[in-house]
RNA sequence: GGGGGAAUGUCCCGAGCGGCAAAGGGGGCGGACUGUAAAUCCGCUGCGUAAGCUUCGUAGGUUCGAGUCCUACUUCCCCCA
């Protein structure tokens, strides 16, 4: 039974399904039976390898936060025990190892991002969040290996995906490594023990370590545990979602501005426009539609759109209407929005002269990582002064370069654009 | 434990008779065209506002000169046990 065909009883898997976030499900039907009853219990694992979530996760951050605007029990687990071990999954090589600390000041900043989506507490419908180091850390080796080793075949391991790829090409898979599947399928069962959890989500990537935490469980006596996965998210012509020159986009304010993460869907291809407002807005999908059948250059509005909504799911409302005022300003109107990111320079800096190649580069505006790549660019055209293309390196920027809202506007490429604000 | 091979421009792959800031490709960035899109074309892709400086796993050595030759070490891969 495809996902497509399937006609589902539970709001849960219809809205899932609508949207397009259904990948792969071990029973759908089975999953939809469970949901319709109500008060399903799901759980999502995220692990700490960096400070903050990123785009890539979002997906999965939706799946749950429908699940509970459809009366189910989201459990976010942080794998604060999996991440000293490191998922192969979809990896080439072996991930750096982790020290202690670093896993768990990554721990609290990826945290925050739940609050937005998820409504936490004690009632039924609230979610949870645990750490899974909180069982994991306690295994002792040989009890470990009688009681859940034991279930595992070593031959069977050897055919997943994550372990077959780095076989294959020859790759080292640490035992380190090797184990991880077994961990993260433990915890499922654990989740089912303290919370009744009964499905499983997570990326695609994810479905050997989920299938193999469905089989265990059947093993060690859980009821009929599930599994279902969203779709690894490119973009229409290929790309991997999330990762961009500047690198990974954060979900967390701090290491990407509202500011940028806005821009971020609004360079959305064209092709693409309609899936994002079905993944990643709570557009109802009549709205969805009429966007979609925009054509040429009024998609744009449905980018702006996709944009702000986006934007305001995880930054709020008044970030995500600024951001979208500052876009206005700068690329319809043309005109300088005193909201743009802007960095402070000394005044006597100015009075002595700055430097095109510095001012650009990471000392001031940081626009371009060196005063070499800052040469370059004005070569190619690339580097403006309030809106002038700079076409002499050797050129210095004073006082007389502020603009009568008192700054001077550094612009890299038609997008980035920083402000100069004496002080 | 024995034998063989490999480490190249801090994104990846990858060429490199002793004169090399080092071929080529991917990716990325910029420009043109557009609609803050895609596709296409062009340019750039070590640091330095200059003279110049620092790169080819690490440390020594040979040489006027070393990515290229020699020695040791480190890491990885393959074959045998």
Partial sequence: MTAESFAPKSDFIRVLQERGYIHQASDLAGIDALAAEGGLTTYTGYDCTAASLHVGHLLSIMMLH???????????LMGGGTTRVGDPSGRDETRKILTLEQIEANKEGIKKTFSRFL???EGGGEAVMVDNAEWLTKLNYIEMLRDIGRHFSVNRMMSMDSVRLRLERDQELSFLEFNYMILQS??????????????????SDQ??????????????????LYGLTCPLLTTASGAKMGKTAAGAVWLDAGMLSAYDYWQFWRNTEDADVARFLKLFTLLPLSEIDRLAALQGAEINEAKAILATEATRLMHGA???????????KTFVEGTLAASLPSVAVPRSVLEAGLGVLTAFGPEHAKLVPSTSEARRQIKGGGLRVNDV????EKAVLGLSDLTA???IKLSFGRKKHVLLRPE
Avoid: C, H
């Fill in 66 to 76: 429908w699940l509970q605007q459809t009366g189910g029990r989201p459990v976010v």
């Fill in 119 to 121: 409504s936490f507490g």
């Fill in 186 to 203: 433990y915890d499922f069962v654990e989740l089912n023990r303290r919370f009744g959890t009964r499905l499983q989500m997570g990326g």
């Fill in 207 to 224: 479905w050997g370590n989920i299938v193999n935490g469905i089989d265990l469980g059947r093993r060690m006596g859980t009821p009929q």
């Fill in 318 to 328: 008044e970030a995500a209407e600024q951001a979208a005022e500052t876009a206005r």
């Fill in 389 to 392: 293309q700079v076409s002499d």
């Fill in 405 to 407: 809202e008192g700054v």
